[in-house]
């Protein structure tokens, strides 16, 4: 850094006054009643405006299925 590029405290801090992170709006889920960020489907139930987006039980079960199978192979572990 090149010393015409310094500037004051003052003027460093009147930048950063717009830095701040406001906190994001949760509403509750009309399906399951969870709090989710606004605008995005709910994680829980996989619910949107009143409708299935993604089946979320259906997804638990294939992950379940996933984790039991071997590796780079479609046999599962007994
Ligand atoms: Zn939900």
């Given at each position: 850094m090149v010393n015409h590029?310094?500037?004051t405290r003052g003027h460093t801090r009147n930048r950063r006054s717009h830095h701040a992170l406001s906190a994001i709006n949760l509403t509750l889920c009309?399906?399951?009643g969870q709090p989710n960020p606004t605008h995005i489907m709910?994680?829980?139930c996989g619910?949107?405006?009143g409708k299935m987006i993604i089946d979320m039980a259906?997804?638990?079960d294939k992950k379940a299925i996933k984790a039991q199978t071997v590796k780079g192979t479609k046999e599962t572990v007994k």
């Open positions: 590029m310094r500037h009309s399906n399951c709910c994680k829980n619910y949107f405006k259906a997804k638990i």
